[in-house]
């Protein structure tokens, strides 16, 4: 019976996401190397749909400015429909929502507080760069979205590895015209999220923020439980 941790299973459950980042970007040579692990990730028929655009500098700072002007003027151009109903997956995202404003120290009442947390969101938390994951829309998108989430996490964990990091962001979705306009995406490739990315800021406390998972048994079924301690 394997008793002892492996350098993954560290990584694995070392890895946060930051909401708070220096400005310092990161070289070249480890953006190419984040892009080059990520490149490994599996996917359905080795389709590879992943189609990622990575900002820094001036586009970074053009998109920023163009969703935080969507926002203040409320429009946004989502590519695909966002929920999570009302019952338990509702209530897992309001316990998160929570925690985030209690750690930030925002409270409920204060709308303003909370619009600028989602002006952080759109300013990227002051990461560097940021990648949008687009895909082809093949059948319902969902096996292709699936693989859009291998990609993802392989991208995180590589900044993790290197030393850095990053956050997976749904809002940035939901400014896919902007981003398209800038970045001169053809219409048919749609955004499913974008992840900042760079050094977190040390100082920060949000950064000290990591969020509750679920134990295992809540998520897992076992048929045929295997024989765990014998052999």
Known sequence: MTTSTTPLVDLLRSRYSVRKFLPTPMSAADIRGVLEDAQTSPSNSNTQPWAVHVVSGAARDAISGGMLRAHEEGRTSSDFTFGYGDGLYAS??????????????????????????????????????????????????VRTAGDIGMYAQTFLLSLTARGFHGIPQTILGMYADVVREVLGVPEELKLLF????????????????????????????FHDEPAWGRG
């Open 92 to 141: 897992r995202a309001q316990h998160h929502g929570a925690t985030l404003y209690e750690a930030l120290g925002v409270a409920r009442s204060d709308v303003e507080g909370r619009n600028d947390v989602v002006r952080d969101n759109l300013r990227f938390y002051g990461a560097p760069h940021a990648a949008f994951l687009f895909m082809p829309l093949l059948g319902d998108g």
């Open 194 to 221: 974008g992840i900042s990315f760079g050094t977190a800021d040390p100082a920060a406390k949000v950064n000290e923020l990591r969020m509750h998972r679920l134990p295992m048994e809540q998520s897992v079924v």
